[in-house]
């Protein structure tokens, strides 16, 4: 097997998760400034989750230069702001890592910043860490960055829980819809083996038992479904979603659609909107270089509302 394959923090081949990582960094900034104004209130901080977090640094090429995972892409940030000012005990992160190996990288990558950012690294899972950092973020503003590498892990519970938080919140949630096809293809078989059936639990895990009839929905329809039942059901206010379809760099099949979820309809939507329609425009050129057929790339209007 070749190794780029192998290894998961190479972006070499990876112009998609490049692009999730800049939209992700882009739009940190004006969602802190937005957030700022609760900082008058001496009882209020900002918090960020990295539910997923990864090991905090990819890398690319033969020589293997450095690119920033997400972890140090909000620290940096955060630095910054506080450079401009924000007090340190206004701003905090969480980083939740289930691997142990990735964790140990990611305690080591982002140990220059222990001193400046209140930052805390989290050994577990997603659904067993979830309940204890909502109690401490509590109605604070905060925003939610939900990146698994398919459906495992994302269970509809915790993500109800995320959405069901009181005070103003924004989360930018990775739904893989390469690991969503994935499912279908095994449910449409008859006899399954053991791997399968774990198939089949993880994703119901992921939407709740569905019927055989929401299963055989299109993909975009069970995206849909995903909203009305995982996002928009336990939410306490009415939330605007936008999504973003991310297609492969070889054939022109969705890979992901990186969901938007906020309360505040007038600026952060238009600002993630903003954002999302850069990124159409620049695709075709800076993120799926190897595509090649013209009639495949160009920008899909009204993609992104939902
Ligand atoms: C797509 S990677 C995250 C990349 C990271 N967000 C970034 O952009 O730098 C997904 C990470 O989640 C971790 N992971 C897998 N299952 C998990 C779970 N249930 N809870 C927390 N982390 C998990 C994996 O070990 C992996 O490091």
Redesign the pocket.
């Known amino acids: 097997m070749n190794n780029t394959k192998k290894d998961k923090w190479d972006l070499s081949n990876k112009p998609h998760t490049r692009m999730?990582?800049d939209i992700y960094r882009e739009y940190l900034t004006p969602a802190i400034t937005i957030f700022k104004k609760w900082l008058s209130y001496s009882n209020k901080k900002i918090f960020i989750v990295?539910?997923?977090?990864?090991?905090?640094m990819?890398h690319e090429g033969k020589n293997k230069n450095s690119i920033d995972?997400?972890?140090l892409i909000a620290l940096k940030v955060i630095e910054s702001f506080i450079k401009k000012g924000i007090p340190k005990n206004k701003i905090k992160c969480f980083f939740?890592?289930?691997?142990i190996k990735?964790y140990k990288d990611l305690l080591s990558f982002t140990n220059k910043y222990k001193s400046t950012i209140d930052f805390k690294i989290i050994h577990g899972?997603?659904?067993d860490s979830i309940e204890k950092i909502l109690e401490e973020v509590n109605s604070n503003p905060c925003i939610f960055?939900i990146?698994?590498?398919g459906i495992?892990?994302m269970d509809k519970i915790s993500i109800r829980k995320i959405m069901s938080k009181m005070g103003p919140k924004d989360t930018i949630l990775n739904y893989m819809k390469e690991g969503v096809a994935r499912t279908k293809g095994v449910i449409r078989k008859g006899t399954l083996n053991e791997k399968e059936i774990k198939t089949i639990e993880t994703f119901k895990n992921f939407l709740g038992d569905c019927s055989e009839k929401i299963l055989k929905e299109k993909d975009s329809e069970l995206l849909m479904h995903y909203v009305e039942e995982v996002l928009k059901k336990q939410s306490t206010e009415d939330l605007k979603i936008l999504a973003y379809d991310m297609k492969s760099s070889f054939k022109d099949s969705i890979i992901y659609y990186l969901l938007f979820a906020t309360k505040d309809k007038r600026i952060a939507t238009k600002i993630m909107k903003q954002i999302f329609k850069k990124y159409k425009d620049m695709e075709p050129e800076k993120y799926r270089k190897q595509q090649t057929l013209p009639n495949l790339i160009a920008p899909i209007k009204n993609q992104f509302e939902l």
Do not use: I, M, Q
Request: with cysteine; charged share 25%.
């Open positions: 999730k990582l990295d539910c997923f977090a990864g090991r905090g990819y995972g997400s972890p939740v890592e289930k691997n990735n899972t997603f659904s960055f990146d698994p590498y495992k892990g």
